[in-house]
């Protein structure tokens, strides 16, 4: 076979696999939660570096930042944006406190109870059996990634929340979609878990 054969084999198969993307497998709300269960199971924290997108309603120019996030049991979740968008959440169940260095603004809010970080992680302690009262979930399987859609009934700040992990039960990205129609991307990378985190990794200060 001559070598401009071959390299025409080789162009073709290129195109065709960028016109057959990966087949979505639709799975149940309680199949995409089990899935998430039992990537977590055992892990009493864990620590990422991510890239964060926030594309705002009212511009039309992402603004992107780099940080690190931390989770621990039961109930505490840490979020840092380097400059130069520098700001830092701290979310402990219910009560989220955003604090942004620059400016010195520091803010407080309380989540509905549905909503709190404690209720979903005692939750999937257990065989996902039913879904939760308070919104609906949608679940499919693309390759090796597990995609979940979390749409609050409530009509609050946030109207859906969607979470995608790898199979192997890593975070892969967490998009976040305010009814103001505010868009925030997170990319999670170097994820590590059980790495031993205390109370004092999660202060604002």
């Known amino acids: 076979m001559t070598l401009k054969k071959l390299l025409l084999i080789a162009l073709?198969?290129?195109?065709?696999?960028?016109?057959?993307?990966?087949?979505?497998?639709?799975?149940?709300g309680v199949e995409g939660l089990e899935f998430l269960r039992r990537a977590f199971a055992g892990v009493n924290d864990f620590t990422a570096e991510i890239t964060q997108e926030k594309q705002l309603s009212l511009m039309k120019k992402k603004m992107t930042a780099s940080g690190t996030v931390?989770?621990?049991?039961?109930?505490?979740?840490?979020?840092?944006?380097?400059?130069?968008?520098?700001?830092?959440?701290?979310?402990?169940d219910?009560?989220?406190?955003?604090?942004?260095?620059?400016?010195?603004?520091?803010?407080?809010?309380s989540l509905?109870?549905?909503?709190?970080l404690g209720r979903w992680i005692s939750f999937l302690d257990r065989p996902v059996k039913s879904l939760p009262d308070g919104?609906?979930?949608?679940a499919e399987k693309r390759g090796e990634t597990v995609f979940l859609q979390f749409a609050p009934w409530k009509k609050g700040g946030m109207?859906?929340?969607?979470?995608?992990?790898?199979?192997?039960?890593?975070?892969?990205?967490?998009?976040?979609?305010?009814?103001?129609r505010d868009r925030t991307v997170i990319t999670f990378h170097r994820m590590k878990k059980n790495t031993g985190l205390t109370e004092g990794d999660f202060r604002l200060e």
């Open 159 to 180: 109207r859906e929340i969607q979470l995608s992990l790898s199979q192997d039960g890593r975070l892969k990205r967490l998009v976040l979609e305010e009814n103001n």
């Open 12 to 28: 073709v198969g290129t195109l065709c696999s960028f016109a057959s993307p990966v087949s979505a497998s639709p799975l149940s």
């Open 94 to 109: 219910t009560v989220l406190t955003l604090k942004l260095p620059n400016e010195g603004v520091r803010q407080k809010i």
């Open 135 to 138: 919104f609906d979930i949608r």
């Open 70 to 92: 931390r989770f621990r049991k039961p109930d505490t979740f840490y979020m840092e944006l380097y400059s130069p968008y520098s700001s830092r959440v701290l979310l402990k």
């Open 112 to 116: 509905p109870r549905e909503q709190g």
